[in-house]
């Protein structure tokens, strides 16, 4: 007979104990589960749901499959606003500043025909200059799935063991920025026993505290708790003691 599917979005939203809740059912058949999420499933999808799933990946859409579909909206926008002619780098700022999100691409394209004014033969003439107005910002201050993704985390890291709470502070207002707050709470909760440790063994609960209200509020709330967990973090004394004790023990066994 036919099966159901469940689709979940954003499932990486449920917590364990939903996730977990799924399992019997996916395990006798009585539907398959379909999950997506924008986060690294690896990270935010737990180990009983990812062992019985099969992971594929969708990449960013590049740039120039952006003005691909920007050019078909404009034939769409057309039909409601007369002739539309675009210039060529007005569509590349749109699509370069869309950062892989087609539907935000989309979004710019149509603030941009509303706010130009058709000339005398009715053409609405895009030119880059409006398109430069009507794009948001870019999403992400850098690629969150790529190495500069790391190079800020560890940049964040670095500033922190260094005891430089200025530093620390702006590395940690990129992350906020590009909306990556999970990746915020898990260096913290990593720094406070890598590199603060035993010097001040009390900063993990601090942390801890800062970071669970931090994901209980949400941005831009939730950036609070995230900057006095940081700025605790790199004023604090510092002792890698611990961690090095763990290494040492490894590497002899």
């Known amino acids: 007979g036919m099966r159901t599917?469940?689709?979940?979005?954003?499932?990486?939203?449920?917590?364990?104990?939903?996730?977990?809740?799924?399992?019997?059912?996916?395990?006798?058949?009585?539907?398959?589960?379909?999950?997506?999420?924008?986060?690294?499933?690896?990270f935010y999808v737990y180990n009983a749901v990812l062992s019985r799933s099969v992971v594929f990946e969708f990449k960013p859409v590049g740039a120039k499959d952006i003005v691909k579909a920007l050019r078909r909206a404009i034939g769409e926008l057309s039909k409601e606003f007369g002739e539309i002619s675009a210039e060529d780098d007005a569509l590349n700022h749109i699509a370069e500043m869309a950062n892989g999100d087609v539907r935000k691409a989309l979004n710019s394209l149509e603030l941009s025909v509303y706010y130009t004014q058709p000339d005398k033969n009715g053409t609405i003439n895009l030119t880059t200059d409006i398109a430069q107005q009507c794009t948001q910002k870019k999403v992400f201050l850098y690629d969150k799935n790529g190495d500069s993704h790391y190079d800020i985390l560890s940049a964040f890291q670095k500033s922190i063991r260094g005891s430089d709470p200025d530093a620390a502070v702006h590395y940690l207002a990129r992350l906020i920025e590009a909306d990556d707050i999970q990746?915020?709470?898990?260096?913290?909760?990593?720094?406070?026993?890598?590199?603060?440790?035993?010097?001040?063994?009390?900063?993990?609960?601090?942390?801890?505290?800062?970071?669970?209200?931090?994901?209980?509020?949400?941005?831009?709330?939730?950036?609070?708790?995230?900057?006095?967990?940081?700025?605790?973090?790199?004023?604090?004394?510092?002792?890698?003691?611990?961690y090095m004790a763990l290494a040492d023990a490894i590497y002899d066994i």
């Open 183 to 242: 990746s915020v709470c898990r260096r913290l909760m990593v720094i406070a026993c890598e590199d603060i440790g035993l010097a001040y063994p009390q900063a993990i609960t601090v942390v801890k505290a800062c970071v669970d209200s931090a994901l209980m509020l949400g941005l831009p709330e939730g950036r609070i708790p995230l900057a006095e967990a940081t700025i605790l973090l790199a004023t604090a004394p510092k002792s890698n003691s611990a």
């Open 5 to 42: 599917i469940l689709f979940v979005d954003e499932v990486h939203r449920w917590n364990k104990s939903q996730q977990d809740a799924l399992l019997p059912w996916v395990e006798n058949g009585t539907f398959i589960l379909v999950g997506a999420t924008t986060e690294n499933p690896y």
